[in-house]
């Protein structure tokens, strides 16, 4: 392997790594601030609390640094693809958001109480009702959805790595296979 061609390997790896930590980084925002808005759903009212996941200004930073390691993806897969991209970020983005959304969703505060909305002075409550069901199950549904999403990612889309391997391989096979016959 040339040293160029190691470089722009590195590169891609990079690029690859930057691409996912971004999107973790949103993800993560994104989760800590829908996990106030859980807690006021299921508590009370009076839940609001924004001092354990990333705080909403983190949004923004997040969505800058996923723009700017799209960026250096395609710049880095155009030069190991010699001018061509090789695949997109996609992918890789949205498995990022998925690590995102499991650790968000991991570290979202439980209810005070599962059924009952509890309210400021001691002894009241009130039942849930189908938000607060919702809300309560998001921990559970929210990374299955963004699993599913990812899954189809991965083993149907033309930016996916693995199809572009895949169907790299299988025109050197028939490339090899058509060369035999040729002889």
Not at 151 to 171: D, Q
């Amino acid at each position: 392997m040339t040293s160029r061609k190691f470089v722009d390997v590195v590169l891609a790896l990079l690029a690859h790594f930057a691409v996912g930590i971004s999107w973790v980084a949103v993800a993560a925002s994104v989760m800590g601030s829908l996990d106030v808005l859980r807690r006021m759903v299921m508590n009370s009212e009076f839940a609001w609390d924004t001092g354990r996941l990333p705080q909403p200004w983190a949004i923004p930073l997040a969505l800058v640094a996923a723009w700017v390691s799209h960026r250096f993806f395609l710049w880095s897969m155009r030069r190991a693809g010699s001018g061509k991209l090789a695949w997109g970020a996609r992918t890789i983005a949205w498995s990022g958001a998925l690590l995102g959304v499991l650790l968000g969703a991991y570290l979202w505060t439980p209810a005070l109480l599962v059924g009952a909305q509890v309210g400021p002075e001691a002894g009241q409550s009130r039942p849930w009702g189908p938000l607060a069901w919702a809300a309560h199950h998001a921990r559970l549904a929210l990374p299955a959805a963004i699993g599913l999403v990812t899954a189809g990612y991965l083993l149907l889309s033309r930016h996916s790595p693995i199809v572009v391997i895949v169907k790299t391989l299988l025109r050197r096979i028939r490339g090899r296979r058509g060369a035999a016959v040729a002889r």
